[in-house]
């Protein structure tokens, strides 16, 4: 983890961001140029799809009217490239919530955490279970009853419970697997046997429906080329606040400092004086705190989630991790920016059950060129 934010580093992250979006608006205009003629057929699908999809409304819907208003080609790839693109960054962030705190355990610990995706599941279903009016229960304690908080209590409450979750795993999990001196790969691997037992909890718990975490309707305003809805407004800015925090943590305070230091050298961190494992600690409560933060805001954006929403995400966090640079958190910012782009605006030249998959060959892309990431320090071999 660098002790400072390099300058070149910082050029990188934006030549290969600017570079992503050139590319994917480019591309994206050329298949928009083709399809045009299919434009009526193309509306005509997607309403379709929104009479079965709730989600795809506030996405497509919305575009395509406006589009067939506009009546030309030119304004339909604009609006559609612009409102993507927009989307592309507000996923970005959203993803980097979870992002960042799974490259804070990667630095400090080495540990590939494949259980970070149920924690983003969990942080939005422990908001439903506090929010929703409906009658909710404990797992194995026969009585229903109904919280009914409201949505920012919940989220709290959510954000609270699933930091504690993190301080219980490091207390009487990692920690004790640390102390034994098992080694990173047998700890990924129990990791990721961690992952199907909370993924096989939270549908046991919640069930495998999709939930609306708030039931209010997002009102929408239309800003220049694009829309935009106050839920979404809202999400935007608490992703910001919560990442400068991070940012500002690491950056400017005594424990940050420390986090630091014992992402780089933990042995000379606790020659230091530096307490190791109060550190990695704190690391794995921020992280799990982080992804619940991200998990609620995603289903706001998504207008639901299901139990196995996190699951899905995880290739997009280790692609973001990995493509802004092992271990580094402003690596792991930069890198889900880059793979929200590239996520939404692939939808508009292919199917959306590929565009995960474009995501993944950008990062092989990058790593070809760059193998230490965007941000990553390079390692002499041999």
Same mark, same amino acid.
């Not at 975490?213 to 606040?241: K, N």
């Not at 889900?336 to 939404?344: F, P, T």
């Given at each position: 983890?660098?002790?400072?934010?390099?300058?070149?580093?910082? =050029? *990188?992250?934006?030549?290969?961001?600017?570079? +992503?979006?050139?590319?994917?608006?480019?591309?994206?205009?050329?298949?928009?140029?083709?399809?045009?003629?299919?434009?009526?057929?193309?509306?005509?699908?997607?309403?379709?799809?929104?009479?079965?999809?709730?989600?795809?409304? #506030? +996405?497509?819907?919305?575009?395509? $009217?406006?589009?067939? %208003?506009?009546?030309?080609?030119?304004?339909?790839?604009?609006?559609?490239?612009?409102?993507?693109?927009?989307?592309?960054?507000?996923?970005?962030?959203?993803?980097?919530?979870?992002?960042?705190?799974? !490259?804070?355990?990667?630095?400090?610990?080495?540990? !590939?955490?494949?259980?970070?995706?149920?924690?983003?599941?969990?942080?939005?279903?422990? +908001?439903?279970?506090?929010?929703?009016?409906?009658?909710? !229960?404990?797992?194995?304690?026969?009585? $229903?009853?109904?919280?009914?908080?409201?949505?920012?209590?919940?989220?709290?409450?959510?954000?609270?419970?699933?930091?504690?979750?993190?301080?219980?795993?490091?207390?009487?999990?990692?920690?004790?697997?640390? &102390?034994?001196?098992? &080694?990173?790969?047998?700890?990924?691997?129990?990791?990721?046997?961690?992952?199907?037992?909370?993924?096989?909890? =939270?549908?046991?718990?919640?069930?495998?429906?999709?939930?609306?975490?708030?039931?209010?309707?997002?009102? *929408?305003?239309?800003?220049?080329?694009?829309?935009?809805?106050?839920?979404?407004?809202?999400?935007?800015?608490?992703?910001?606040?919560?990442?400068? @925090?991070?940012?500002?943590?690491?950056?400017?305070?005594?424990?940050?400092? %420390?986090?630091?230091?014992?992402?780089?050298?933990? +042995?000379?961190? @606790?020659?230091?004086? /530096?307490?190791?494992?109060?550190?990695?600690?704190?690391?794995?409560?921020?992280?799990?705190?982080?992804?619940?933060?991200?998990?609620?805001?995603? %289903?706001?954006?998504? !207008?639901?989630?299901?139990?196995?929403?996190?699951? &899905?995400?995880?290739?997009?966090?280790?692609?973001?991790? #990995?493509?802004?640079?092992?271990?580094?958190?402003?690596?792991?910012?930069?890198?889900?920016?880059?793979?929200?782009?590239?996520? $939404?605006?692939?939808?508009?030249?292919?199917?959306?059950?590929? &565009?995960?998959?474009?995501?993944?060959?950008?990062?092989?892309?990058?790593?070809?060129?760059?193998?230490?990431? /965007?941000?990553?320090?390079? $390692? *002499?071999?041999?």
């Amino acid at each position: 983890m660098t002790k400072r934010i390099d300058r070149r580093a910082v =050029l *990188r992250a934006v030549i290969v961001f600017v570079l +992503a979006v050139a590319a994917f608006s480019a591309l994206s205009a050329l298949g928009s140029a083709a399809a045009a003629a299919d434009a009526t057929d193309v509306a005509t699908t997607v309403v379709t799809a929104d009479a079965v999809d709730v989600d795809a409304v #506030t +996405a497509d819907a919305v575009v395509d $009217e406006e589009d067939d %208003a506009g009546g030309g080609s030119t304004g339909l790839a604009t609006n559609r490239i612009a409102q993507n693109v927009f989307n592309g960054v507000v996923f970005g962030l959203l993803l980097a919530l979870a992002s960042v705190g799974l !490259s804070l355990i990667y630095g400090t610990t080495g540990l !590939s955490n494949f259980a970070h995706g149920e924690q983003v599941s969990l942080g939005a279903m422990l +908001a439903y279970f506090f929010a929703t009016q409906q009658p909710v !229960s404990i797992p194995l304690l026969p009585v $229903e009853f109904t919280i009914g908080w409201p949505l920012w209590l919940a989220s709290i409450a959510a954000i609270a419970v699933a930091g504690f979750t993190g301080w219980l795993q490091d207390r009487f999990m990692w920690s004790k697997l640390r &102390k034994r001196g098992v &080694k990173t790969v047998q700890q990924m691997i129990v990791s990721i046997g961690f992952s199907l037992a909370l993924l096989n909890f =939270l549908q046991w718990w919640i069930g495998p429906d999709r939930l609306r975490v708030s039931t209010s309707i997002e009102t *929408r305003r239309q800003i220049g080329p694009i829309q935009l809805g106050d839920t979404t407004s809202m999400s935007i800015g608490i992703a910001v606040v919560a990442l400068l @925090a991070v940012g500002y943590f690491l950056l400017r305070t005594r424990l940050g400092r %420390a986090t630091r230091a014992v992402s780089d050298n933990p +042995a000379l961190a @606790a020659a230091s004086g /530096i307490k190791v494992d109060g550190i990695i600690r704190l690391v794995w409560v921020m992280a799990t705190s982080l992804a619940a933060l991200g998990g609620i805001l995603l %289903a706001l954006y998504d !207008s639901g989630t299901k139990f196995d929403t996190g699951a &899905k995400l995880l290739l997009l966090m280790f692609a973001a991790v #990995t493509l802004g640079g092992l271990g580094q958190p402003f690596g792991a910012l930069v890198g889900s920016l880059v793979i929200g782009v590239v996520v $939404e605006t692939s939808t508009l030249w292919l199917g959306p059950d590929l &565009k995960y998959a474009t995501a993944l060959a950008i990062l092989i892309l990058v790593l070809l060129v760059r193998p230490q990431g /965007i941000l990553g320090r390079a $390692e *002499r071999v041999g």
